[in-house]
């Protein structure tokens, strides 16, 4: 158990790290190894550990950037210029009650702050005061559907060709406690290449699911036919779903 659950960390790690990274990833064994582990790391981590929290004077004042390019287009442009007064976060799907809300109605509900690292898959780690609305308070504000399964979070950012990036949690997952879509990074509102207005925050897992620049949630009861199936664009090249740490 212990070398499968090494194994599949270790490969997750280097998956973002140039040539090697490449190499694993189109490599079928290593691909089968992520594949027969994935369910035992969700199982014995996914739900239930908590990510170690620090203290202020452990924060990383100059947060690196991760990801693609902040996005360019005229309607974020448009967003940034009159400091997101007119952002509202869809929340629709497999809920009894679709919402949109205002970044004035997110910041006016209740704030939870963690001070988590991020760790990303290219193999850097930084930490950062991060506070914002447990997501799991948001999805009780618009209640599931017996048939909701995954909350699926759909970006504003794309990967040059268009192509816009999304993510996506089951629901236990997307109800951990420290699950937040973040406002507010090292005590100031989140800047635009940190992911402004709202990006999830999900400190149990490879930063590439902490999503960036989120537009709309969708609840869903399958991700199989939503892009290429896989639950978020770098699981569609490849990488894992689940991406424990």
């Not at 999805?139 to 909701?148: E, I, K, Q, T």
């Not at 620049?213 to 609840?219: C, G, L, N, T, Y």
Request: proline residues 4%; aromatic residues 10%.
């Amino acid at each position: 158990m212990r070398r499968r659950l090494f194994l599949a960390s270790a490969a997750s790690a280097l998956a973002g790290c140039g040539p090697i990274g490449s190499a694993l990833n189109n490599n079928d064994n290593v691909r089968r190894i992520l594949a027969s582990a994935e369910g035992l790391n969700h199982f014995l981590i996914g739900t239930r550990g908590l990510a170690r929290e620090y203290r202020d004077n452990d924060v990383d004042r100059h947060f690196r950037v991760n990801g693609f390019a902040t996005p360019s287009d005229t309607r974020y442009a448009d967003l940034v210029a009159r400091n997101f007064a007119p952002y509202r976060l869809i929340v629709e799907g497999a809920v009894e009650r679709p919402q949109t809300f205002s970044l004035a109605q997110l910041q006016r509900m209740p704030q939870q702050t963690q001070i988590t690292r991020h760790d990303c898959v290219e193999g850097w780690s930084v930490i950062g005061k991060w506070s914002g609305v447990r997501l799991g308070g948001l999805l009780d504000v618009v209640g599931l559907r017996n048939d909701a399964r995954y909350v699926v979070f759909r970006c504003m950012d794309n990967d040059g060709s268009g192509n816009l990036y999304y993510e996506s949690l089951d629901l236990h997952q997307a109800r951990h406690p420290q699950a937040l879509l973040a406002l507010r990074l090292n005590d100031a509102p989140l800047d635009p290449d940190h992911g402004a207005p709202v990006r999830l925050r999900v400190p149990t897992q490879l930063g590439y699911k902490s999503a960036k620049w989120i537009a709309r949630i969708e609840v869903v009861g399958s991700f199989a036919t939503i892009a290429g199936g896989h639950g978020g664009y770098w699981e569609d090249q490849g990488y894992e779903w689940y991406a424990g740490i």
